[in-house]
């Protein structure tokens, strides 16, 4: 399960202003995907259509060889897990952001609700001596800190389909090195697409997409992209 195909996915947010121009990729189930490409080229947009934050106006994208609109917005999102660009964290303890604004959560309820094999990676993202603050209230987390609580709180439902959009982009880049370890350890053996603008951040990628005003400049493996460029 897993398998991500955009076709032909044409995108506007207003009628006379076209975004995304005809895209079409493929994602094999449990493979990495990079998108690159320049500010303003489209990529976070992928990202939203996936998420069925807004429809295309032209093609269709799959899950599995579903159509994404033809799918439970509840089924939808229990597939795909964001980590979005800007990650916004309530002013309140981790054990309330994991829960994501359900009951604040307490260390073992947290280790309750991430079963079986997610376990490891889950606890693995949150911040170093997560145990002795997920109760405590007015925490002072760093970036990157915060980074893991949103990447653990995302790995909670245990997603399919992973979304990384410029997770780490504005982190310094000692933190930034450190999150992608943790990041590549999640991504294994989950479909999941990065956005980057960092070459740093992709070197794990099995393939990678080059969007350039809303088009599939390039594509192919690392190797691939060398040879051709
Ligand atoms: P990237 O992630 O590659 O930087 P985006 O997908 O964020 O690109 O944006 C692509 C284009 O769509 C940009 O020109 C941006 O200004 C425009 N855009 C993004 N979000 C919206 C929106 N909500 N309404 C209108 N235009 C938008
Ligand atoms: P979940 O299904 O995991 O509970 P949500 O569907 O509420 O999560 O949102 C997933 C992530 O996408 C959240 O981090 C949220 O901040 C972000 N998000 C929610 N709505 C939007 C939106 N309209 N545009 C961009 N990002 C959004």
Redesign the pocket.
């Given at each position: 399960r897993g398998l991500v195909a955009f076709e032909d996915v044409h995108f506007a947010?207003?009628p006379e202003r076209p975004?995304l121009n005809g895209v079409s990729f493929a994602i094999p189930p449990g493979t990495t995907l990079a998108v690159v490409?320049?500010?303003?080229?489209?990529?976070?947009?992928?990202a939203r259509l996936l998420y069925r934050f807004y429809d295309p106006t032209g093609g269709d994208i799959r899950i599995d060889g579903q159509d994404i609109s033809k799918v439970t917005q509840g089924s939808l999102r229990a597939a795909i897990g964001i980590v979005p660009q800007d990650t916004v964290l309530f002013n309140d303890t981790i054990g309330y952001n994991i829960g994501y604004g359900r009951e604040a959560a307490s260390e073992s309820e947290i280790r309750g609700a991430a079963r079986g094999a997610a376990i490891d990676r889950f606890i693995a993202a949150l911040p170093q001596g997560y145990e002795s603050m997920v109760g405590e209230r007015g925490l002072k987390l760093s970036g990157g800190e915060k980074q893991r609580v949103a990447i653990a709180r995302t790995l909670l439902k245990d997603p399919p389909i992973l979304i990384l959009d410029e997770a780490t982009s504005a982190l310094d880049s000692r933190t930034e090195e450190a999150i992608q370890a943790t990041l590549d350890n999640v991504a294994e053996n989950r479909t999941t697409i990065i956005?980057a603008h960092r070459l740093s951040t992709i070197v794990n990628a099995d393939r990678i997409v080059v969007?350039d005003a809303g088009r599939v400049a390039e594509s192919g493996t690392h190797a691939e992209l060398l040879r051709a460029g």
């Open positions: 947010y207003e975004i490409g320049p500010s303003g080229a489209g990529k976070s947009t992928l956005i969007l």
